[in-house]
T-cell receptor, first 112, second 108 residues
Framework: NAGVTQTPKFQVLKTGQSMTLQCAQD?????MYWYRQDPGMGLRLIYY???????DKGEVPNGYNVSRLNKREFSLRLESAAPSQTSVYFC???????????FGAGTRLSVL | RKEVEQDPGPFNVPEGATVAFNCTYSNSASQSFFWYRQDCRKEPKLLMS???SGNEDGRFTAQLNRASQYISLLIRDSKLSDSATYLCVPLGGDKLIFGTGTRLQVFP
């Protein structure tokens, strides 16, 4: 049972480069989320999707875009990476009524 | 005031000890609360939900004090495998609000 799968696990970018982080879940959850985690800051919500076809901004959306491709997949795109986007990115999925989220293993991104 | 405040620790305790963490939250309207556990360089995982009447899951006991807006987690008979960061997570509206966590280190 894979749960939530994120790719890639590690990535190094140069300032200005673009990339897409992929996330897929096999738990048939309606809601999916993207977070970033920085030292001393805790997890901060970037974007979320309450259901297929909808996306909403979280606490720190600037510099990111998302696509809810289908119920399973939710991708996060950095159009022009900046050093401030160096972080660990976590994707999560969950059922809103239960308010429990299941996380992927994370993507460690460095922007030089 | 931060939405969720936790003592970052670390709490260094010997095996077999009892340790307690507290967390305060600012949103008095929060209705649901959780403790997540995060191992070093891993993803957060749900440890337990926190119910109004308090609840226990094996060696772990969670309690909620709505009047003072704090949540606690008690770990009895600490194991080496309990070493991790414990995240306090109230529900703010329809989103989970993650605390920065309290680090626990259990030593032999």
């Amino acid at each position: 049972n894979a749960g939530v799968t994120q790719t890639p696990k590690f990535q190094v970018l140069k300032t200005g480069q673009s990339m897409t982080l992929q996330c897929a879940q096999d738990m048939n959850h309606n809601s999916m989320y993207w977070y970033r985690q920085d030292p001393g800051m805790g997890l901060r919500l970037i974007y979320y999707s309450a259901s297929e076809g909808t996306t909403d901004k979280g606490e720190v959306p600037n510099g990111y875009n998302v696509s809810r491709l289908n119920k399973r997949e939710f991708s996060l795109r950095l159009e022009s990476a900046a050093p401030s986007q160096t972080s660990v990115y976590f994707c999560a999925s969950g059922e809103v009524l239960k308010n429990i989220q299941y996380f992927g293993a994370g993507t460690r991104l460095s922007v030089l | 005031r931060k939405e969720v405040e936790q003592d970052p620790g670390p709490f260094n305790v010997p095996e077999g000890a009892t340790v307690a963490f507290n967390c305060t939250y600012s949103n008095s309207a929060s209705q649901s609360f959780f403790w997540y556990r995060q191992d070093c360089r891993k993803e957060p995982k749900l440890l337990m939900s926190v119910y109004s009447s308090g609840n226990e899951d094996g060696r772990f006991t969670a309690q909620l004090n709505r009047a003072s807006q704090y949540i606690s987690l008690l770990i009895r008979d600490s194991k080496l495998s309990d070493s991790a960061t414990y995240l306090c997570v109230p529900l703010g509206g329809d989103k989970l609000i993650f605390g920065t966590g309290t680090r626990l280190q259990v030593f032999p």
